[in-house]
């Protein structure tokens, strides 16, 4: 299993700014992704976070909106640049261990945007 | 376009009942198959990972079973306890590439 972390756990944002999340897991891990879930959705996967090079995206989401890093195998960032109410969502990191296939999803992080 | 559809999308029942979730997918080249649970305001919790070349499997009260050639998983609960409420969902990956796509979920509640 993996125990992952997620900061900041909330957050409120005022439009036009942007938010770094972190996220830190105990394991070796081979993937790390990273979803949101809209209000009263189900989740939807935003982009792959490669090592040390560029996040790849699914279509709808672009880097200059979501910018990834991911600088070693335990630990990647996202930022949404540039909020507007409709970035309010959970945003959840996940995580496929090493010899395994089995994914697990970090608590979240709960943003509104005013 | 691959997507996942969960029914029902709510569901009570009376403590000790015996219950199914039920998943239907697109795709039938399956790689595997998830079932997570999500409590209010809460991360996921994985419960049960089906392989392609897997029919089920059982983790306590939980047993999934999975069949490709009709696209369709199913969760089922013995003996329902007021700590499952909860949303159950399913999720599916079509490659070794780790991506998921997720159901809407079926939202449970036991009520004592």
């Known amino acids: 299993s993996a125990v992952i972390s997620q900061k900041p756990s909330r957050d409120i944002c005022q439009r036009g700014t942007s938010l770094t999340i972190q996220c830190q897991v105990d394991?070796?891990?081979?993937?790390m992704f990273w979803y949101r879930q809209q209000p009263g959705q189900s989740l939807t996967l935003i982009a792959t976070a490669n090592q040390g090079s560029e996040a790849t995206y699914e279509s709808g989401f672009v880097i200059d909106k979501f910018p990834i890093s991911r600088p070693n195998l335990t630990f990647s960032t996202l930022t949404v640049s540039n909020m507007s109410p409709e970035d309010s969502s959970i945003y959840l990191c996940?995580?496929?261990?090493?010899?395994?296939?089995?994914?697990?999803f970090g608590p979240g992080t709960r943003l509104t945007v005013l | 376009k691959q997507e996942v559809t969960q029914i029902p999308a709510a569901l009570s029942v009376p403590e000790g009942e015996n219950l199914v979730l039920n998943c239907s997918f697109t795709d039938s080249a399956i790689y595997n198959l998830q079932w997570f649970r999500q409590d209010p305001g809460k991360g996921l919790t994985s419960l049960l990972l089906i392989q392609s070349s897997q029919r089920e499997q059982t983790s306590g009260r939980l047993n999934a079973s999975l069949d490709k050639s009709s696209g369709r998983s199913t969760l089922y609960i013995a003996a329902s306890q007021p700590g499952d409420s909860a949303t159950y969902l399913c999720a599916f990956s079509s490659s070794n590439t780790g991506k998921l796509i997720f159901g809407q979920g079926t939202t449970l509640q036991v009520k004592p």
């Open positions: 996940s995580v496929v261990v090493t010899y395994t296939d089995t994914q697990y």
């Open positions: 394991s070796q891990v081979t993937m």
